[in-house]
């Protein structure tokens, strides 16, 4: 692919009004901007949900406390099961659709590419505005969902047929539980607007990053960033349609009376027995992880293209193989579409498809070994500058080693026998979305906020944040790895009822308690990031005395991005170069 | 910029981590599992909002149940089909705080649930129940029989044994029931509408699975027959079997029951009077409304205890045939079939069908229900041919499944339906001309399965 | 707070996950009691797999808390190593665990497919049908022995069939193979103690195995009942692990595996008699 032709930076004729400036705009930065503080409002929202589930697993027998006169009488003050299903699936749902992928994809996918390949902005950038408020149907729809008969879904993110899909043939409410009436049917809508909405960035990631590099940035000066949002571009173009057509034919089975997922004979719930049907619920599984598990990829990909930058910033240090790293992002991808299986490994289907799916994913597990190789290999014998960013980053190393370790296990067919279905399977998700990809995430925003908003954040008080969140997630969630070894299944509403999972109250009381630490600690992100876009110091163009091309513009850029296209002459990793005068030669410095 | 100036640590950052690892660690330490301390002290019963349903019940015959989370809805526009319903909204504000008094002096709250039976009475028909009511609670074992007679002493005993009784059970009750029969037992849980069957509403004082001759017990139940109900669960519904619960958990659960029941009963005889137009509206004010209370009180605590010292529809002779292999087997269920399909018993009238195309009706909750698809092999009382020896006999209150009465069905006859209502699941076992009257074939093997998927049993 | 506090925080942290992860037993939090034919050998590939993993978080914590300790400390003044790369460690640390990998993959299939292929399933000495539906077990029992057609049975049952809830008997050494059906939504049939666990789908009819090496039941002559023997431990339960609803929690179920045939005979039998009952109970 030869260099991208350079495009001459556009100005706009007259001065834009507030909104269409800030709200209806089509500048990438804006709307990764906008991207990431919706990301952040459901953070809070999705984390208030995690503390709601972790009220009930500390304390099982107990009620519901402050607000609990606010929920009917009926209730006797206590919880019932049925809203704790709504908790952890809204929780779930959230963190996932709501703020991960749109805050790793849209937020710094869409403020960072253009950026760092040298263009003034996404090569569609009206799309890319459409992209953005394709969240906000479903932002109402989630946020609805809560207030309608029956309440929000409560099925699981994995929303598994028949219990979600199952309806009688008059009515919207769901004969198989409460929460999979009106609220399910908003959750699918929901999520089918997030699909839309993602697959429209992919198609400008994709095309920014091929056609509208700047002149000498070739594929392999693009910093690793860009190639991990590249990667995970591609893995949304191609794995969404799967989810979005499974997403419709469970929307027309509920709505319209279709029997995708009914099986022939039909279901009885009691009184209440459904209309014959002809499908299969086993074929939803299968559509919904093969996006799900490239899904899960696309949740820490740029996380680590995010941290391998950040490393080699920090660490004065180039990073170490450059190209083996890009590999081993595309092999991640590659492997990460014929995986799909091992999350079905109990399901029902042929046993055999099974040991098919084990090969594939411990493989993965190569690609994965070697990142974490080479990010240790870029902090030995560095010079690393502990910054906030740096600190998030260096322990997205080691939380991924360790959600990295523990997928091994459930990769082994026969192990996976025990702990599928347990709080070990939770104890893996949280450390590599929380410790992984939400601790990428912070290193992401304390690195990147002074080009951002041009200011610069408290790294004090980032630190800080950053010491209490690191202990108390590791509390938080690695005694859940030993209950899950125990057995204890995931989505219990109270575990306390069996002989064999009784004893561990006293690691579940722990872990609740500390969640709500943990919840309490973030409030300190929350104010120095708000705090910061009024008080922050004002930001040089370099605060990080980086290399890549966002670091040659002023903080905030402005629209357009460069006054004149820069050329590119180098790598994207030029520090402590012997010989050089500075410990670090931006990409636009040209060979001597 | 980096590195131009190290950040200067602050002197309380160091400390301050520290105590909060230290708090954690002490917070583990110090944590020794969540304890169950039941209701909440705050929690009171509230007053009934729903409306009472009153006979006669409407006669329409739908063909399917009240959908989802409508139970309510559907309660509320019985009138348009001919239906009666009190609404507790016509009580004035003064009435529903006397009521509320008069029922939490003599119930107490979830946190300390009892039964009293307050004060004199007056009223003629009542008054010899509130006397009875200390042998009714022996009776009902809501007191310590064993406790040697000094009688004020002994009713201090039994006031707190029946106190302690009834909040262990109360705090069972809230950790494995309330969700679906709620907190006064309305059957109006958070989980509870959204079932089919609902949960039990125990207000009404009326239970369908009964063992004793309604005319004998006054339609209460045994407190075997709750605890039954708790032991297999009623297969086929939502209501699980809590056999994994122990004895005495059980029938601490069964005496809470019987608590709720009475209460609710308690609550409903009372707005009725209050809301009776023939009564005006001076009728039950102040001590009066007190005493109604006791009387009621007293009243249906000795219909309970009559029910548990009843005897129970006992069999008087045995079967004759009762295993398939047996030669008189056939001749059995063929009597069986008669009974079933016969104008006398009339069962067919409402199994249509064999109960495969009955249809729905109301019942004294003024929800729908069906009579039982027989060829399901699903009994909700309960499989054992005594079990179905009860439901005949006895009749099914609330359902209004009426009993075949032994003046004109003698036992054998009894049996023989039995037989043949056993049989019916399995056209194996069937004899070929019954067979082919309800399934239509002569061969077995050609009988369509229940199901044609995973199946049901 | 200077690199040592980070080195020392990040390997504290590391030292308590790991140090959990060690003492985790001694406290008796670990895997439950097995008491199934197979469970030795799942266990076993977990240990292995635990050793492999364990032995890998070892390494790359102790190299980034030394990172962290002996580079973290910047200094304007001095350059780090200049290095892209090196591919002798790019080949050691591609294909070390390359190798280890595929060593731990073929390493499971036997005992997956023990345990699960249809066709290395064994002869079963006794079946039973599982209904799962919200919210217990609804288990039924032949009368005698194994019926002929299994499949049919299952689906249609026979007349002296033995109905219990949420209790599974079986005797030790038993083969004890279970038809799971469910008529409503996903659960899964978990049993802990026997590393046994499966979906039910609506639809379809699963078949497992499992087969106890312990026995856990006493019966009590005086009162012709059988309970669980309390000199052996915590009950030996079954638990629904797939999301069913809203008791899905609640779907608790006990295993009772007779010390012999007999015992389980003449239980099986009790049952059925008590389930054929004409007279009332005392």
């Keep these: ?592 | 910029m980096i590195g131009a100036r190290r950040m200067a640590p602050r002197r309380w950052t160091r400390p301050l981590v520290c105590s909060l690892l230290t708090t954690l660690a002490a917070t583990l330490a110090g944590c020794g599992g969540s304890l169950d301390t039941g209701y909440s002290i705050d929690l009171i019963y509230p007053v009934r909002k729903d409306p009472l349903v009153l006979a006669p019940l409407p006669a329409e015959t739908p063909a399917n149940p009240v959908p989802p989370g409508k139970l309510d809805e559907s309660i509320r526009r019985l009138p348009e089909i001919k239906g009666k319903l009190l609404d507790p909204d016509k009580l004035t504000d003064a009435q529903r705080a006397d009521l509320k008094a008069a029922l939490d002096a003599a119930f107490g709250r979830p946190a300390e649930p009892t039964i009293r039976v307050l004060g004199k009475v007056e009223d003629e028909e009542y008054a010899d129940f509130v006397t009875e009511a200390p042998a009714s609670f022996a009776a009902l074992k809501l007191a310590d029989p064993t406790v040697e007679p000094d009688d004020k002493q002994k009713a201090e005993k039994d006031q707190a044994y029946r106190d302690k009784t009834l909040a262990v059970g109360g705090k069972l009750f809230r950790r494995h029931c309330m969700h679906c029969h709620g907190v006064v037992g309305d059957g109006r849980g958070p989980s509870g509408a959204w079932l089919s069957p609902t949960p039990r509403d125990f207000r009404q004082g009326v239970f369908k699975f009964i063992s004793c001759d309604p005319g004998l017990s006054r339609l209460k139940p045994r407190r075997d027959d709750l605890r039954r109900t708790l032991n297999h669960g009623v297969e086929g519904t939502s209501m699980p079997s809590f056999a994994l619960l122990t004895e005495e958990e059980r029938d601490h659960l069964v005496s809470y029951v019987l608590h709720l029941s009475i209460r609710g009963e308690v609550e409903y005889d009372t707005i009725k009077t209050l809301l009776d137009p023939n009564q005006g509206p001076d009728a039950l004010t102040d001590k009066k409304l007190d005493r109604h209370v006791a009387s009621r009180t007293g009243l249906f605590l000795w219909q309970w205890a009559q029910a548990a010292t009843a005897s129970g529809a006992t069999p008087a002779e045995e079967p004759k045939a009762t295993d398939p292999a047996d030669a008189a087997f056939p001749a059995s269920v063929r009597r069986g079939y008669q009974v079933f399909t016969g104008q006398d018993a009339g069962c067919i009238s409402c199994h249509q069908d064999f109960g495969r195309q009955a249809r729905y009706r109301y019942d004294d909750w003024g929800t729908l229900v069906k009579p039982n698809n027989l060829t399901n092999g699903i009994y909700r009382g309960g499989r054992r041919p005594i079990d179905m020896y009860y439901r005949l006999r006895c009749g099914i209150p609330g359902a209004n499944m009426p009993k075949i009465d032994s003046k004109n069905f003698p036992d054998a006859d009894v049996w023989a339906l039995i037989n043949f209502l056993r049989a019916l699941p399995h056209p194996d076992t069937l004899p070929d001309d019954v067979r082919e009257k309800v399934y239509g074939v002569v061969d077995p093997k050609a009988v369509a399965p229940k199901h044609a998927g995973g199946g049901h049993d | 707070m200077t690199n040592r506090f980070w080195a020392v925080l990040f390997g504290g942290v590391l030292l308590a996950c790991f140090l959990m992860v060690a003492l985790a037993p001694v406290f008796g939090y670990w895997l439950p009691r097995n008491v199934c034919v197979y469970g030795d050998d799942i266990d076993h590939l977990f240990y292995v797999i635990l050793w492999a993993t364990g032995f890998f978080f070892v390494l790359t914590s102790v190299l980034q808390v030394i990172a962290i300790w002996r580079w973290g400390d910047y200094d304007p003044a001095k350059r780090a190593q200049y290095s892209h790369g090196h591919l002798g460690l790019e080949l050691l640390w591609t294909i070390a665990p390359g190798v280890i990998l595929l060593y731990l993959t073929f390493a499971q299939i036997p005992a997956w497919s023990k345990v699960t292929y249809p066709s290395e399933r064994p002869t079963p000495d006794q079946v039973v049908t599982v209904v799962g539906r919200q919210w217990e077990w609804r288990l039924r029992y032949p009368a005698a022995g194994v019926p002929e057609r299994v499949r049919t049975w299952a689906d249609g049952g026979l007349i002296d069939d033995v109905y219990v809830v949420n209790e599974l008997h079986t005797w030790k050494g038993a083969n004890c193979t279970l038809l799971l059906k469910t008529d409503d939504v996903l659960h899964s049939f978990y049993l802990p103690n026997f590393r046994r666990k499966q979906d039910l789908l609506p639809g379809k009819t699963v078949t497992i195995w499992v087969q106890a090496t312990e026995a856990n039941t006493k019966h009590d002559a005086a009162t012709d009942t059988w309970s669980l023997d309390p000199a052996v431990g915590p009950a030996w339960e079954i638990a629904c692990a797939e999301l069913c609803g809203g008791r899905h929690y609640a779907m608790r179920g006990v295993v009772f595996v007779h010390p012999t045939k007999d015992d389980y005979d003449r239980w099986l039998k009790h049952t059925a008699t008590r389930q054929r009952s004409y007279k009332p109970e005392q």
Aim: aromatic share 14%; proline share 8%; net charge neutral.
């Design chain 1, 1 to 592: 692919m030869s260099v991208g032709h350079g495009t001459k930076p556009t100005t706009h004729a007259r001065e834009l009004g507030f909104l269409r400036k800030y709200i209806f705009s089509t500048d990438h930065k804006i709307i990764g901007i906008q991207f990431i503080f919706s990301a952040l409002i459901f953070l809070v929202i999705g984390g208030l949900l995690a503390l709601a589930v972790r009220l009930q697993l500390g304390w099982p027998a107990g009620d519901i406390p402050l607000i609990g006169r606010w929920f009917p009488e009926s209730w006797g003050g206590r919880m019932s099961p049925e809203f704790y299903n709504m908790l952890f699936s809204t929780h779930a749902t959230i963190m996932i659709f709501l703020v991960i992928i749109p805050m790793l994809a849209g937020g710094f996918g869409n403020f960072l590419i253009p950026l760092m390949v040298g263009a003034p902005d996404m090569a569609f950038p009206r799309l890319n505005m459409l992209s953005y408020w394709f969240m906000w149907p479903a932002f109402v729809s989630i946020l609805s969902s809560f207030f309608v008969e029956g309440g929000a879904a409560g099925v699981g993110w994995t929303s598994y047929p028949t219990i979600a899909s199952a309806m009688l043939p008059e009515g919207t409410a769901s004969p198989a539980t409460p929460n999979a009436g009106m609220g399910q049917t908003l959750w699918l809508v929901g999520l089918i607007c997030v699909g839309i909405s993602s697959m429209l960035g992919s198609i400008n990631y994709i095309t920014t990053i091929v056609n509208m590099r700047a002149p000498g940035m070739t594929l392999y000066r693009m910093p690793l960033t860009v190639w991990a949002l590249f990667v995970t571009a591609i893995l949304q173009a191609m794995a969404l349609p799967v989810l979005t057509v499974a997403l419709l034919l469970q929307l027309l089975d509920k709505t319209v009376g279709t029997t995708y997922f009914l099986p022939p004979a039909g279901l009885t719930f009691g009184n209440w027995q459904t209309a014959a049907g002809g499908g299969q619920p086993l074929l939803w599984q299968h559509l919904f992880w093969f996006y799900s598990h490239p899904a899960v990829y696309i949740m820490i990909l740029p996380a680590m293209g995010m941290v391998s930058d950040i490393l080699a910033t920090n660490a004065r240090k180039p990073l170490f193989g450059y190209r083996p790293m890009v590999y081993a992002l595309a092999a991640i991808a590659g492997l990460g579409f014929i995986v799909w299986g091992h999350h079905m490994f109990q399901s029902g289907m042929d046993p055999r498809l099974g040991t098919g799916f084990m090969i594939a994913t411990m493989l993965i597990a190569m690609p994965s070994a070697v990142k974490v190789f080479n990010w240790l290999a870029t902090c030995w014998q560095a010079n690393m500058n502990l910054t906030a960013a740096m600190l998030n980053a260096l322990a997205f190393v080691s939380m991924f080693v360790i959600g990295g370790l523990s997928g091994i296990f459930m990769a082994a067919t026969p192990v996976d026998i025990q702990i599928h279905d347990t709080y070990f399977i939770v104890a893996h998700i949280h450390y590599v979305l929380f410790m992984s990809s939400l601790f990428g995430i912070f290193a992401g925003l304390y690195f990147w906020y002074p080009k951002m908003f041009g200011r610069m954040m408290s790294e004090f008080w980032g630190k800080v944040h950053f010491a209490l969140t690191f202990v108390l997630a590791n509390a938080v969630f690695f005694p859940m790895h030993i209950i899950g070894i125990q057995g204890h299944p995931r989505r219990y509403y109270d575990p306390t009822l069996y002989e064999t999972w009784a004893p561990l109250q006293p690691m579940n009381e722990f872990m609740s308690v500390a969640a709500m630490l943990l919840g309490a600690a973030q409030i300190i992100f929350v104010l120095n990031f708000l705090g910061s876009l009024f008080l922050g110091k004002r930001a040089p163009i370099n605060p990080w005395n980086s290399n890549t091309l966002e670091w040659t513009v002023p903080s905030p850029p402005p629209h357009g991005n460069f006054e004149t296209t820069p050329v590119v002459y180098r790598g994207p990793y030029e520090y402590a170069v012997p010989g050089e005068p500075l410990d670090h030669v931006p990409q636009t410095e040209p060979a001597k």
